[in-house]
T-cell receptor, first 111, second 116 residues
Framework: AQSVTQPDIHITVSEGASLELRCNYSYGATPYLFWYVQSPGQGLQLLLKYFSGDTLVQGIKGFEAEFKRSQSSFNLRKPSVHWSDAAEYFCAVSGFQKLVFGTGTRLLVSP | GAVVSQHPSRVICKSGTSVKIECRSLDFQATTMFWYRQFPKQSLMLMATSNEGSKATYEQGVEKDKFLINHASLTLSTLTVTSAHPEDSSFYIC????????????FGQGTRLTVV
């Protein structure tokens, strides 16, 4: 069965600084990987996804993620964080049917 | 992108009553829909997977008789919380997937259920 680990419960970053959110997955086959963002009381918005091909994936809002098979990781990055990026971020892995989420990382942005 | 509409966004009900939540795929046919539950400041826990025209597959620990899922058409799935109790208060989110969408799932905006 697939699983996802997000080791950081929350992270605080200064506005304008770079960001990296960690994600490790476990899946027996080639995974489909996703990053979603959730604002309080809202649904999920897809930031980016990896299915195959180039291991560096570009998403919306200036986010990117790199798939590293050898490390079973799919870390999310952004070179310069904006105050509006403060939210909950979820990494997810999909097999044939299920989409399984990590526990999430809450991003706080300080002035 | 594909749009999934979830209704209502908020609902308050009395303990012992039933509540129905609808999830609609607006511009694609969703052969598979998923229902998640999210407790405050926690992740999304998959409750069940439903395929159009067949019975839903529930995750371990989810009460089938309490959380009734119907996926009668390719654009609509419903979750009915029967005999709701305060501990059922939560944020419920649906998502939908179509076979040509390469396993990507699209999410509704969620329903905040409060049982008083």
């Amino acid at each position: 069965a697939q699983s996802v680990t997000q080791p950081d419960i929350h992270i605080t970053v200064s506005e304008g600084a770079s960001l990296e959110l960690r994600c490790n997955y476990s899946y027996g086959a080639t995974p489909y990987l996703f990053w979603y963002v959730q604002s309080p009381g809202q649904g999920l918005q897809l930031l980016l996804k990896y299915f195959s091909g180039d291991t560096l994936v570009q998403g919306i809002k200036g986010f990117e993620a790199e798939f590293k098979r050898s490390q079973s990781s799919f870390n999310l990055r952004k070179p310069s964080v904006h105050w509006s990026d403060a939210a909950e971020y979820f990494c997810a892995v999909s097999g044939f049917q299920k989409l399984v989420f990590g526990t999430g990382t809450r991003l706080l942005v300080s002035p | 992108g594909a749009v999934v509409s979830q209704h209502p966004s908020r609902v308050i009900c009395k303990s012992g009553t039933s509540v129905k939540i609808e999830c609609r795929s607006l511009d694609f046919q969703a052969t598979t829909m998923f229902w998640y539950r999210q407790f405050p400041k926690q992740s999304l826990m998959l409750m069940a997977t439903s395929n159009e025209g067949s019975k839903a597959t529930y995750e371990q620990g989810v009460e089938k008789d309490k959380f009734l899922i119907n996926h009668a058409s390719l654009t609509l799935s419903t979750l009915t919380v029967t005999s709701a109790h305060p501990e059922d208060s939560s944020f419920y989110i649906c998502s939908a997937r179509a076979p040509f969408m390469n396993t990507e799932a699209f999410f509704g905006q969620g329903t905040r259920l409060t049982v008083v």
